[in-house]
């Protein structure tokens, strides 16, 4: 194994991390302190890095921020983000964190890990600094354990999981790119140079939001003025593996300009009692740096959920096509007309069916049932394993929608244990689409969920379950526990929720799951090392779309990234049917194809089209979600977006092309493929208008494609195989 973690022992203790074209670089001050001394570029050797104190920034901007520290903890002069913020037994809430010891293991997968311990200089608790290296993706993956080893409670009131220290710059050089938006246009880029001060991107939801996404990215001004683009540019980026409150803050000073990023459980209303001998432990902050821009640092994300994060049971399969039912149905589920939508799905060559909500309890609408999951009497007489059965003899696989964490007020459940639910007393409960949270920090609620889950998934053949939450929590009130307990809920409810899945995938390994919140409410690598796939939004408009994925890509793998195919008028209210139905593929092509729309609708032609569609999709998805992916033309920025995938052995490609609209009869722009092997030869097939050709790699990617395409909204589909 090629050695990433370096150690040195000799007159002041110094740590080299690398990975294959990165260096991650600590080590201690005079006074036993961690410091943060580089990251970036790999240099030829360990001498090359900056040695103790040779960063060291003016008196003014140490007091400011203590920016060295590398866990930084709230005491003395730190007026940053802290990392951490502990209140003592005795009420001393100043700390002060010396190097104790280190360890190096290696992790899952065979990843060398590197623990470097600190602990307060006077009180008892310590700090396990965890470095995960990942070298072939060029990411270190980081989390602190936190440990009380004294006699007393300790209460934390802010326990993030690492904080990214970036080079000192010209003051206004550091521009962050982020991910927010809200229900139906989740994962919207977002661009803003940094001033002084603090901008946080957070959650204080409950789950991780539609509004805001736990991903970073920060690049630099290069001296010749030119900012980071796709493909050229340094760029430091990260995201963190949580699917409740979170935060990212990023501190800027200037003169000399200094940015931190600061990341972990959102420490808003948190509060953690840690008794003695009690660990709390955070989740993980995947972070990078490279010198090729976005789509850099994207591919590096991707691939380290591919061959590292995903649940590794699925890991290395593919996705399956899958036809949902909500779009076309809503609450109308019922055995016949799931038939008639299965027989359908078939005949397209879908290999998943799956049914979503309104199949259980009373739930006719989204007013009741929620809480209740027996399967509804009148909607399927003969109970659901007639329709599993007759899906799997349709040679596809059966999945079921699930709410697990909810409950509608018009609900059996909610009428046994009007406790279940985060509550205050003299408070009103507020309700979002009609229903409540229940409170997963409670024992016996998790364990109700976790046994009526597996019971289910125990009775019936069920291949896959797409687990939902459709609000946010709010009055997140636990009135039965301890007051010094009652602010861990937020964290206790993503903890249980974790658990539970994991349970159930350890009892029931061969289920695929879906994570879904409202949307992509639940679009983080928390919920990403625990589950297959993501459903990115509600909004199945492919024009949209283009946009929202671009967005998704940024942080998350294409595999994950599940889009439909969805008709005129969807349950959106968004006109899809002046789009062709190439269009509405390509659009869904371009991560995990689905279909969502309303198949009995469909017209013998557009039966025989989509099959089409589907069966060319299946021939390439080995590209799309094993592959890289290229952003070629953004659909923020022009008339045309196009995206590539290649193959990890650069042999095959394809690219998407979608021509919003053209004016003047202007001709679509070029595109220029990236990533290929310049003295290979490619055929090009899908060009319209022209027969299949011979190009070599470095004319595609120099002189580009001209798709041809004209009108508005017209895609294309292009695919490069070398010869
Ligand atoms: C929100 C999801 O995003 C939709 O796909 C659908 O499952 C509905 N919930 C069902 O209530």
């Not at 002041?12 to 991390?17: A, D, S």
């Not at 229900?183 to 977002?190: D, G, K, M």
């Not at 289910?456 to 307990?485: M, Q, T, V």
């Not at 009869?665 to 050709?693: F, M």
């Amino acid at each position: 194994m090629v050695q990433v973690v370096q150690f040195f022992e000799a007159k002041e203790k110094c740590w080299v991390l690398t990975t294959d074209r990165t260096a991650y670089v600590l080590g201690l001050t005079a006074n036993g302190r961690l410091e943060h001394r580089y990251w970036g570029e790999r240099l030829p050797r360990p001498a090359d890095y900056p040695g103790p104190g040779e960063r060291k920034a003016s008196y003014a901007v140490e007091s400011q921020m203590l920016p060295f520290d590398e866990y930084p903890a709230w005491g003395g002069f730190l007026y940053k983000e802290p990392c951490l913020k502990v209140t003592f037994a005795d009420g001393v809430r100043d700390l002060a964190l010396v190097y104790s010891h280190q360890r190096q293991e290696i992790g899952q997968e065979g990843l060398p890990v590197l623990v470097i311990t600190l602990k307060d200089n006077y009180y008892p608790l310590e700090v396990d600094l965890h470095y995960k290296v990942v070298p072939q993706c060029d990411l270190i993956q980081r989390w602190a354990v936190i440990r009380n080893t004294g006699q007393e409670w300790l209460d934390l009131e802010a326990a993030l999981s690492a904080a990214w220290q970036l080079p000192s710059l010209r003051d206004g050089s550091y521009r962050l790119t982020h991910l927010s938006g809200r229900w139906n246009s989740e994962t919207q880029v977002r661009q803003t140079v940094l001033t002084d001060g603090r901008k946080t991107v957070e959650s204080r939801q409950g789950l991780t939001s539609a509004e805001a996404n736990p991903f970073f990215a920060i690049d630099i001004l290069a001296p010749d003025g030119t900012r980071a683009s796709e493909e050229v540019g340094q760029v430091w980026f990260g995201a963190l593996g949580w699917s409740g409150n979170w935060k990212i803050a990023v501190d800027h000073v200037s003169d000399p300009a200094r940015a931190y990023v600061a990341g972990g459980i959102n420490d808003f209303d948190f509060r953690w009692r840690l008794n003695p001998g009690e660990e709390f432990v955070t989740p993980p902050f995947v972070g990078g740096y490279t010198a090729q821009g976005f789509g850099q640092a994207s591919r590096n994300l991707h691939l380290y959920q591919l061959d590292y994060l995903l649940p590794r049971s699925h890991a290395k399969q593919f996705r399956q096509v899958l036809y949902n039912s909500w779009e076309a149905v809503t609450f109308d589920v019922t055995e016949e007309k799931q038939l008639q939508l299965a027989e359908r799905a078939a005949r397209l060559g879908v290999e998943l069916f799956v049914v979503d909500d309104g199949w259980f309890g009373q739930r006719h609408h989204d007013r009741a049932g929620l809480g209740d999951w027996y399967v509804n009497p009148e909607k399927f007489p003969r109970g659901l394993d007639p329709l599993i059965d007759q899906v799997h003899e349709l040679g596809m696989n059966f999945g079921i929608w699930v709410e697990p964490e909810m409950v509608n007020p018009d609900s059996d459940l909610y009428r046994m244990h009007p406790d279940w639910v985060y509550h205050f007393p003299h408070r009103s409960r507020s309700e979002r689409r009609n229903q409540l949270v229940l409170n997963l920090a409670r024992a016996e609620v998790a364990a109700h969920i976790y046994a009526w889950l597996d019971s289910f998934l125990s009775k019936h053949k069920i291949d896959f379950i797409k687990w939902d939450f459709n609000r946010p929590i709010a009055e997140a009130g636990w009135p039965a526990a301890p007051l010094e307990h009652q602010r861990e809920v937020y964290v206790r409810h993503v903890q249980a929720f974790y658990d539970i899945v994991e349970q159930l995938r350890a009892r029931h390994p061969a289920v695929v799951w879906e994570v879904c919140a409202g949307g992509g409410g639940r679009a983080d690598l928390g919920a990403l090392a625990r589950f297959d796939q993501c459903w990115v939004s509600d909004n199945t408009d492919p024009f949209d779309r283009l946009q929202i994925q671009e967005g998704y890509s940024m942080a998350y793998a294409p595999k994950t990234m599940m889009a439909w195919v969805s008709s005129s008028p969807t349950s959106q209210h968004i006109n899809n049917e002046a789009l062709h139905l190439r269009y509405r593929f390509h659009s869904a092509m371009t991560g995990s194809l689905g279909l969502g729309e309303d198949l009995t609708r469909y017209t013998e032609e557009q039966i025989a089209e989509a099959a089409t569609l589907v069966a060319e999709y299946k021939t390439l998805r080995h590209i799309v979600q094993e592959g890289l992916l290229y952003r070629l033309n953004s659909p923020r920025t022009g008339d045309l977006a196009a995206v590539q995938y290649v193959s990890r052995d650069q042999r095959e490609s394809v690219v998407f092309v979608f021509l919003h609209s053209q004016h003047y009869w202007q001709a679509a722009p070029r595109v220029y493929p990236r990533g290929l092997d310049p003295a290979g030869y490619y055929r090009i097939e899908g060009i319209i208008g022209e027969e299949a050709k011979t190009v070599s790699g470095q004319s595609l990617m120099r002189v580009g494609l001209q798709s041809n395409l004209d009108g508005h909204f017209g895609s294309a589909l292009i695919k490069l195989t070398l010869g």
